[in-house]
């Protein structure tokens, strides 16, 4: 074993502090059994992390503040690519509740100032009964209004428009 930064390690290498490696090559990380299991690698533009697999595909990209998830070429703050035919869920939302009371829930919020907690915009599911049955909410204008919640789509097809209670589909 050695170490550095400490008098005990626990491991083959043991660092205990800053560390900073270089290498053109990037770094690849092999299981006990010699199988391939993951890589980071930079070439000078984008930094890539390929995970799993044969190594020859990034999983995932870090260019010019982007990020992308299966694309090596990532255009927005987040890219998902899926090559597959058919629906397939590509971002995946899971709040863990039992509550059936319609109060927890995930969102997915726009803000649009400088000040992250000034929601513009929303679109909420929140759990109303047991199975995972959601409602979906859309919300626009501050959180703070009174009207915030605009539209609410029940689990039975029931559609409001300026109501949190609908009784009636569209």
């Known amino acids: 074993y050695l170490g550095i930064g400490t008098t005990s390690p626990a491991s083959h290498l043991d660092v205990v502090g800053s560390m900073r490696l270089r290498t053109a090559a990037g770094y690849y990380i092999y299981n006990a059994s010699n199988q ?23 999983h995932m990209t870090f260019n010019g503040g982007n990020v992308g998830i299966n694309t090596t070429a990532p255009d927005s703050k987040l890219t998902v690519y899926n ?6 869920g590509l971002v995946k939302l899971w709040t863990s509740t039992a509550n059936n009371t319609a109060a927890d829930g995930g969102a997915i919020e726009w803000v649009g100032s400088a000040d992250k907690t000034a929601v513009g915009a929303k679109i909420a599911a929140t759990r109303v009964a047991a199975g995972a049955f959601m409602d979906l909410r859309f919300y626009t204008g501050r959180n703070t209004d009174s009207d915030h919640e605009k539209m609410r789509i029940l689990t039975d097809g029931k559609v409001g428009i300026g109501t949190t209670t609908p009784t009636k589909t569209l």
């Open 36 to 58: 391939f299991r993951a890589a980071f690698h930079d070439n000078g533009s984008m930094t890539r992390i390929f995970a799993d697999g044969n190594g020859s595909t990034a």
């Open 83 to 88: 090559d597959t035919t058919g629906i397939t």
